[in-house]
């Protein structure tokens, strides 16, 4: 079992850019291909970025595609979102997910463990 827990969220500005990070403890995370989801007010939960338990793949949403960029560092058990270019659009609160299982999966159902969740703001 691993616990996450999410930090970096705030209040930015359209065009800004900010870094989110997701520190697992327990259970190591190089044994989890990783994933970033995030909630908008009233709207679904939406796959942001995964990463696979080696580091060397990574998959998007097409809203963030470009913009966002997901790492993971595995000596510091933490994964990180790098956001730029933020836009309204983006404003929502941002999880971080593990999973046992191959990359690409993008469905919150398919993750099995959850952090509580940072927000992030972006005023236009």
């Known amino acids: 079992q691993v616990q996450l827990d999410e930090s970096g969220g705030g209040l930015v500005q359209a065009g800004d850019s900010l870094r989110l990070s997701c520190a697992a403890s327990?259970?190591?995370?190089?044994?989890?291909?990783m994933g970033w989801f995030r909630q908008a007010p009233g709207k679904e939960r939406e796959f942001v970025a995964t990463?696979?338990?080696?580091?060397?793949?990574?998959y998007y949403g097409d809203s963030v595609k470009g913009r966002f960029t997901i790492s993971r560092d595995d000596a510091k058990n933490t994964v990180y979102l790098q956001m730029n270019s933020l836009k309204a659009e983006d404003t929502a609160v941002y999880y971080c997910a593990a999973r046992v299982g191959a990359l690409g999966a993008v469905l919150p159902s398919q993750y099995t463990y959850w952090g509580q969740g940072t927000q992030v703001t972006v005023s236009s």
């Open positions: 327990g259970r190591t995370s190089r044994d989890y291909t």
């Open positions: 990463i696979s338990w080696s580091g060397g793949r990574t």
